[in-house]
């Protein structure tokens, strides 16, 4: 039995009722009530836009229902209330506008209703009836494709009788074509559900303070109950709603047929017993459709999932259903044009009205973006005003439906893939993102899907292509390339066998192909190179065998190849004999037989234009001057051995000079030179007639004077002239030789 909260709420009931509080709790009330309201005015006070109505009925109480106005915290300031106690306070009467601290009176229902008796055999098994049922119901069509109200569920078994058998109900049912039924119904659908589940019904086993849950909450919902939408009017000291507490404002939704006739039918009751009462509060003007419905086609081609068209494309289309249910007249909708884009610049100009003609259910308006150079992107709004308010000349038109649509620059295509670079026979996956309903092509193999994986054997460009099929031909094509670079295999080429001596450093030429990549050399072990990484290397080391290991590698993918060398290491051939010894004195001009003996293969004597075959290691060169000879043995390993040779020079004693010559042309003694002198530096050889004029100069070693005046260049006179001649010998040595010497005609 219910007995704590009602006998205090009873004691306030009393003295209410003696006029003790009457004035004053009259005087603090914020909200008004009207009741014994009929049944089409409950309905013309929910009804909204988009919605007609008819057939309505009250199976109600007078005082139970009632249309209400003022300030709350209901959160809805103008509606209609159906309860299963009073609706206004009046009297000794306690409705829905008063205090907290009092408690809503019987109103007196009119008993029970059968679809509240299947919702409560269904979700309360333990129910003992229903009493006081108050049920509004109507007939509507609506204009668009949804329907929705806002409305407040409250009562005073709150928050004390929550999760038990007093768990009064109500219902918001929608019955018509394409409704799907749930609950305990077949043909009929509780649209009054606890917000984000499928099913669950608002009630007060499903939405309360959550201080006493079991079963009787959790077996209709297991998440039950939802505290987050419950409010506690005792705990807030509430004076303007009489409800312990209430929940938050809902919506209830559903899905519709345009055109077509539903039942609507708002019921509740007290549950087991007939205390405590609970009341639904339903929102004016919130029962609507939306009268406008819009299909929205986007012209593709942009990265966007938003309704777009691309400069030049095909365009994207808003389709708007016509806001009445007669098509036998044409119908006109006003638009209002916004957005960044301008109207007839950056798209064909859009008028600001849209004709759907009789017959016909759909107007379309085209939003056809221009070819133009690039903006970056911008949009337009397409807002459709109410139809209702143009009709009437309305001072201020709402918009119902605003539509967004989008213009790019270009369609898009990207490539996701960063550039890469691998080794050959090396697949890559190259990913390019692309527009919706675009067709592309690869070039140069067509690969038919936006990610491929070729096999890369050399670096080449990969160029991807997207247009848009049908599309007018200012829709222009966009391309992308990729750049796949392939590393090749080094082609190492390095003696892998080689001999060389100890006592050289010995280069070891490495070369790469192809020769225009900076390689990373590795060479292993380093011991008695120069350096362990680079490509040509220098090696110097004792007598042995080495093994190394080169390995070239690309310097981005890291192709490498490896190589092994082989190096030994062996002492060099020395000459064995060299001849003559070296400070051996030769007369001048005699023959010296040169002789250098060793196990070389090449031999090479120096200075080389000194020999008329350099290479023989047997030579003869003439003794002309004291000099330096060296010889360079090279034997089989490319080893090398210097010997040097020094002669010395024995010149002849001093020339005898004629003192006559005959300058006739005879063939004998017919010019006057100093004789031995082809191994000596002339530095003055001149010839003075008797007046000391000068007939002859020379500094030429194998010159002489043949009688001519080398001024007149006649022949001089028969007579004695004198001569002074200065040479430099090979040791440096200067000598001037002067006399007489007769010219005889």
Same mark, same amino acid.
């Given at each position: ?31 008004? #009530? ?178 006493? #849950? ?61 205390? !405590? ?155 390019? #993102? ?71 450093? #010995? ?31 220098? !090696? ?128 004998r003694n017919d010019v006057f030179r100093i004789p031995g002198n082809e191994f000596n530096k002339v530095l003055r050889f001149e010839v003075y007639d008797r007046w000391g004029r ?52």
């Amino acid at each position: 039995m219910k007995y704590n909260k009602r006998i205090f709420k009873a004691l306030g009931a009393t003295l209410l009722t003696i006029g003790a509080l009457t004035l004053g709790e009259r005087a603090s009330a914020q909200l008004t #009530v009207m009741d014994n309201q009929t049944a089409q005015d409950l309905v013309n006070t929910v009804v909204g836009p988009g919605v007609t109505t008819m057939n309505a009925t009250l199976n109600c109480s007078g005082s139970a229902s009632g249309i209400f106005w003022g300030t709350s915290n209901l959160g809805i300031d103008t509606g209609i209330v159906l309860g299963t106690g009073y609706a206004n306070t009046s009297g000794g009467a306690v409705g829905l506008n008063g205090p907290a601290s009092m408690s809503v009176g019987l109103g007196g229902g009119a008993g029970t209703d059968p679809d509240l008796v299947s919702m409560a055999n269904f979700y309360n098994p333990s129910n003992s009836g229903i009493y006081n049922a108050c049920v509004l119901e109507f007939d509507f069509v609506p204009k668009g494709d949804t329907v929705k109200f806002d409305y407040v569920f409250a009562s005073e078994e709150y928050n004390t009788y929550a999760c038990t058998q007093f768990t009064d109900f109500f219902a918001l049912l929608i019955s018509g074509p394409g409704i799907t039924p749930n609950g305990p119904f077949t043909n009929k659908r509780n649209v009054a559900l606890v917000p984000g589940t499928a099913s669950t019904p608002v009630m007060i086993n499903t939405v309360n303070a959550g201080n006493n #849950v079991n079963t009787y909450c959790t077996s209709i919902d297991p998440a039950a109950p939802y505290t987050a939408y419950y409010v506690n009017n005792v705990n807030l000291g509430g004076t303007t709603v009489t409800y312990n507490g209430f929940t938050t404002v809902f919506t209830a939704e559903a899905a519709v047929i345009p055109c077509e006739t539903y039942h609507l039918k708002f019921a509740i009751s007290n549950v087991s017993d007939q205390g !405590f009462q609970s009341a639904v509060m339903i929102k004016a003007g919130s029962l609507v459709s939306t009268n406008v419905q819009s299909a929205q086609i986007s012209g593709e081609g942009g990265n966007s999932d938003k309704v777009h068209t691309v400069r030049g494309c095909k365009p994207a289309q808003l389709l708007y259903q016509r806001a009445d249910c007669d098509t036998m007249f044409p119908f006109t909708f006003h638009l209002e044009i916004g957005g960044d884009a301008v109207n007839g610049v950056d798209y064909e100009f859009i008028a600001d009205t849209l004709l759907v003609p009789a017959g016909t259910s759909m107007g379309v308006v085209n939003i056809k973006a221009l070819h133009a150079p690039p903006t970056g992107p911008r949009f337009v709004t397409i807002g459709i005003k109410h139809p209702d308010s143009v009709l009437v000349g309305a001072p201020i038109v709402p918009i119902i439906q605003r539509d967004t649509v989008y213009i790019y620059d270009s369609l898009y295509l990207d490539i996701l893939t960063p550039p890469t670079t691998v080794c050959p026979n090396t697949p890559i996956t190259i990913e390019a #993102v692309a527009g919706d309903g675009l067709d592309h092509s690869w070039n140069p193999v067509n690969y038919t899907g936006l990610t491929i994986t070729p096999n890369m054997i050399t670096s080449r460009p990969f160029t991807i292509t997207v247009s848009q099929p049908d599309a007018p031909p200012t829709c222009m094509p966009v391309s992308r390339t990729y750049w796949a670079t392939v590393e090749q295999y080094p082609d190492i080429s390095v003696p892998k066998d080689t001999v060389i001596c100890v006592a050289d450093t #010995v280069a070891i030429p490495v070369s790469v192909f192809p020769d225009s990549v900076d390689y990373v050399y590795q060479w292993t072990p380093a011991t008695y190179m120069r350096a362990g990484n680079i490509g040509t290397n220098f !090696f110097k080391a004792p007598p042995g065998d080495y093994y190394y290991s080169l390995k070239v590698s690309t310097p981005v993918a890291n192709c490498s190849r490896s190589e092994n060398v082989h190096i030994q290491a062996v002492l060099p051939e020395r000459f064995q004999t060299v001849l003559p010894a070296s400070g051996t004195a030769f007369n001048y001009n005699e023959e010296v037989n040169l002789m250098a003996q060793g196990n070389f293969v090449f031999y090479t004597w120096f200075p080389t234009e000194l020999f008329v075959d350099p290479y023989l290691n047997v030579n003869k060169i003439r003794a002309r001057e004291q000099r330096d000879f060296f010889v360079v043995g090279i034997d089989k390993y490319g080893c090398r051995d210097t010997a040097y040779v020094n002669i010395d020079i024995v010149y002849p004693p001093n020339p005898i000079i004629p003192n006559a010559f005959t300058p006739n042309n005879d063939g004998r003694n017919d010019v006057f030179r100093i004789p031995g002198n082809e191994f000596n530096k002339v530095l003055r050889f001149e010839v003075y007639d008797r007046w000391g004029r000068r007939v002859f100069h020379s500094f030429d070693r194998n010159a002489g004077w043949d009688g001519t005046d080398e001024k007149t260049g006649k022949a001089c006179e028969q007579g004695v002239y004198q001569y002074i001649f200065t040479a430099e010998m090979p040791n440096k040595e200067v000598k001037t030789y002067k006399g007489d010497v007769s010219l005889i005609r």
